[in-house]
C-alpha cells in the first residue's frame, strides 16, 4: 500500500537531484550492472530518491532517475506506480502500515488501528496534522505468528495491543526510538509458551560397526593381509611387419639388391 496517487503540481518541486553522497551510491548502484544493462538500476535508484526526498517521489525525481539511466521517462513511472512501497505523494515521518489481513485481524487490528487513531487523530489513508504520522491498511506483511503487527517505515512491530500500540506512537511522537520486533519480548517469533521443540542439544549418532572391521580394530595384526595386485603384464610387441604384408600379392619378398 502506498500513498499511490501522484500528488497535485502545487507539491511537486521543480527539480531534484541527488546529494553528493546518493549520488556516488547511485554510481556504485549502477556499476554492479553489465554494460548495456544499466537500466537495471532502476528500482534501486527509485529506492535512493524516495529516502533522499522525505520518504515520497516526485515526479522530477522519476525524471532525473530515468535521464541518469539514460531511459525515457515513461519506464521510470511504470515502475514507481506499479510497485507500492514507492510513495507519489507526500507521507508523514512515521509512515505506519497497519496489517488487517485475517491472522492481525482476528487477532485484534481493529484495537490498532484505534489506538492510532486515538493517538494521531489519523484514520487509514490520511496523516496526522502535525504532518508527524501518515497511516494506511495494508495486506500481509508476512509476520502473522506475531499478529497483530505494523510496520513503520523500515521496521516491524507486533505482538501489539490497544495499549502497546499507544505507548509505541507516544514513544515516536517523543523522538525515541521504540524496540523493534515483539512488544512482549518473544524471541523471534517462538511460540508464546516458549520452546517446545529442539530442547536438548542434538545427539552424536556412531555408526554401527561392522563385526569384520570390529575383529581388525581389536587385533589390527590378525587382520587379513589384502592380496598383492597382480603385476599389469608388459604390453605386447606389436608383430613384426610380415612378408606377405611387404607384397600386396602374399608372394615373396624381392631379394635384396646385391650393391657389390
Ligand atoms: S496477516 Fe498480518 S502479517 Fe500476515
Known amino acids: 500500500m502506498s500513498f499511490g496517487a501522484p500528488a497535485p503540481d502545487s507539491v511537486q518541486p521543480a527539480t531534484f537531484q541527488f546529494n553528493p553522497e546518493n549520488l556516488s551510491r547511485a554510481k556504485e548502484i549502477i556499476g554492479k550492472y553489465p ?19 522525505d520518504n515520497w517521489l516526485p515526479r522530477a525525481a522519476m525524471d532525473y532517475v530515468a535521464d541518469l539511466l539514460e531511459i525515457p521517462p515513461i519506464r521510470a513511472y511504470e515502475v514507481a506506480s506499479f510497485y507500492t512501497m514507492f510513495n507519489k505523494a507526500p507521507v508523514g515521518r512515521h509512515f505506519i502500515q497497519v496489517c488487517t489481513t485475517t491472522p ?10 484505534k489506538a492510532i487513531k486515538d493517538k494521531t487523530g489519523a484514520g487509514a489513508g490520511e496523516t496526522s496534522t502535525d504532518g508527524a504520522f501518515t497511516v494506511v491498511e495494508v495486506e500481509c506483511l508476512g ?23 499507544g505507548e509505541l506512537i507516544d514513544a515516536l511522537a517523543k523522538g525515541e526510538a521504540p524496540k523493534i520486533g515483539s512488544q512482549i519480548g518473544r524471541k523471534g517469533s517462538q511460540a508464546l509458551s516458549g520452546p517446545t521443540t529442539l530442547l ?10 561392522t563385526p569384520a572391521k570390529a575383529k581388525a580394530e581389536a587385533a589390527p595384526d590378525a587382520a587379513p593381509k589384502a592380496k598383492p595386485k597382480p603385476k599389469p603384464k608388459a604390453a605386447a ?7 606377405a604384408a611387404d607384397t600386396d600379392d602374399g608372394g615373396e619378398a624381392p631379394a635384396a639388391k646385391d650393391e657389390g
Not at 41 to 49: C, G, I, N
Not at 200 to 207: A, D, G, L
Open 35 to 53: 554494460e548495456g544493462r544499466q537500466q537495471s538500476a532502476l528500482l534501486p535508484l527509485l529506492d535512493l530518491a524516495q529516502r533522499q526526498h
Open 104 to 113: 492481525c485481524w482476528l487477532c485484534g487490528s481493529n484495537d490498532v488501528l
Open 143 to 165: 509476520a502473522c505468528v506475531n499478529a497483530p503487527m505494523v510496520q513503520i517505515n523500515d521496521d516491524y512491530y507486533e505482538d501489539l495491543d490497544y495499549q502497546r500500540t
Open 200 to 209: 536438548e542439544p542434538p545427539k552424536v549418532v556412531v555408526p554401527k560397526k
Open 237 to 243: 610387441k606389436p608383430k613384426a611387419e610380415t612378408k
